[in-house]
C-alpha cells in the first residue's frame, strides 16, 4: 500500500540533510510553503541553498528560515520585494550569497533536471552580465547562452489539495512554482490545505502526479 | 502639462490591438490594466502563470491566491486560466505574447533597455522576469518618466546601467511624449502641450527628431 502521508511537521521535514540544495515554492507568499520553512528551522538543517523566486516576506516562513542563519545561498529571480527585510539585512551585512537568475530560466533549468535533459540554449541574457562565462552558441543565426541543469535534493512545495499516493492540486496563481519543483527534487514534501482520500480528485485535475511526491502534510489555513 | 501615471498608462492603453496576448511589467505598466479600451478585448498575461488579469478586486474580493507579477491581488476575467511557472515562460520566451510593456531605468537610442540593477552595493538587484520578457515578447514598449526626480534623463546614448537586452524597446511612453525607436534613430510622435520641441531635447540625452505629422500628446483626467 501506498501511503505518503505523514502525522506531523517534522515528520515531514525529517532527514534533510545539512547543505542540501532545497527548492522552495511560491511566488511571494502565494504557494509558498510557510509552514515546511519553519519546520526546518526545528528540524535543525544547516548551509543549506535555497532556490526560490523571491527571498521571503517579513519574518515568517522562508524569511524566518533566513533569520534563523540556516541558508548560505540563495538562487533567486526577484529578492528584493516589499517586506523583504530579513533578506536585505543580511545581504547587506554579507552574510548570505546571492546568485541572481532571470525567473524563466530558473524554472526551465529545473524542468531540465526533471526531465534528465542536460542543459538548454537560451536567448534569455545574451549581451548582459548575467551571460558572462557561459558558452554561447549561435543556432540558425541567433545568439544562445548554454544554461545548466539545476537539480534539488528536497522540494518544499505548497498544494491545495493532496491524497495519500501523493497527487496534487493547486489553487489559482498559488500553483506558480510548486509543480516543476515537484519533479526537480530527489525529495519532493508538499504542505497541503486539505488531505482527500484517494479517488476524491478528478484524475482531470491533478497537476502533479503522485510519482513526483514523497511526503504529504496537512496543514490547514 | 506632463502626464501624471495614471495618464502614462492611459495612453499606452490607447494602443492595443483587439485580440493581443499583452504582458505588464511591475510598476507602472501595471496602471495600464485599469484603462482597456471598452471596445477590445485584450487577454493581459502575468509572468506567475495567470492568463486573463482582470481589474483590480474589491476590498472583500481579495484572494491571497490570486495575485499579479507585483504581488497585488487581481481577479481573473471569464476564459481566463492558471498555468505553472514553467509553462508561463514558454509563453514568454516562446513569442507567443504580441507585447510587453515595461518599466525602465533607462533607454538607449538603440532600443537596449537597462530595468535590473542600479548596481547599488546596498540595494540588491532584483532581474525578475524582465530579461526573458524582453527577448521573448514580440514587441517591447516602456513606461517611464522622461527625467529622473532629479532631473536625469532616463532616454540615453548609451545606458549606463547594466543592460536587460539590447536593441529591443520599439515604443517610450513617457510624461511628455510618445518616441518610437527607429532604425533613424528616435523619433517623437507625440509631444504634450506647453513644451517645445527644444525643451524636450534638452530633458533627453540621446537625439530626437519631430515625426512629420507630430501630434499633441493629450489624456484625459484619471
Known sequence: MIDKRVRSLAEAVAGIPDGAIVLCGGFGSAGLPDALCEAVIEQGARDLTIVANNAGTGRTGLAALLAAGRVKRIICSFPRSAGSVVFEELYAQGRIELELVPQGTMSERMRCAAAGLGGFYSPVSVGTRLAHGKEHREIDGRLYVLEKPLKGDVALLAAHRGDRWGNLTYRKSARNFNPTMAMAASLSIAQVRQVVELGEVDPEMVVTPGIFVDRVVEVAI | ?222
Open chain 2, 1 to 222: 502639462m506632463p502626464l501624471n501615471r495614471r495618464q502614462i498608462a492611459w495612453r499606452a492603453a490607447q494602443d492595443l490591438a483587439d485580440g493581443a496576448y499583452v504582458n505588464l511589467g511591475i510598476g507602472l505598466p501595471t496602471l495600464v490594466s485599469d484603462f482597456i479600451p471598452a471596445d477590445r478585448e485584450i487577454v493581459l498575461h502575468s509572468e506567475n502563470g495567470v492568463l486573463g488579469v482582470g481589474p483590480a478586486p474589491g476590498d472583500n474580493e481579495v484572494d491571497w491566491d490570486l495575485i499579479n507579477a507585483g504581488k497585488q491581488p487581481i481577479t481573473l476575467v471569464t476564459g481566463g486560466s492558471f498555468v505553472h511557472h514553467t509553462d508561463s515562460f514558454v509563453m514568454i520566451r516562446g513569442g507567443h505574447l504580441d507585447l510587453a510593456l515595461l518599466g525602465a531605468f533607462e533607454v538607449s537610442e538603440k532600443g537596449d533597455l537597462a530595468n535590473w540593477t542600479t548596481d547599488d552595493p546596498g540595494f540588491p538587484p532584483g532581474v525578475g522576469g524582465a530579461m526573458d520578457l524582453a527577448v521573448g515578447a514580440k514587441e517591447i514598449r516602456v513606461l517611464i518618466e522622461h527625467t529622473t526626480k532629479a532631473g536625469t534623463p532616463r532616454i540615453r546614448r548609451h545606458c549606463g546601467y547594466p543592460l536587460t537586452a539590447a536593441s529591443v524597446v520599439r515604443r517610450i511612453y513617457t510624461d511628455l511624449a510618445v518616441i518610437d525607436v527607429t532604425a533613424e534613430g528616435l523619433v517623437v510622435r507625440e509631444l504634450v502641450e506647453d513644451i517645445d520641441f527644444p525643451t524636450l531635447q534638452a530633458k533627453t540625452e540621446a537625439s530626437l527628431r519631430p515625426a512629420l505629422d507630430m501630434k499633441v500628446l493629450s489624456a484625459p483626467a484619471v
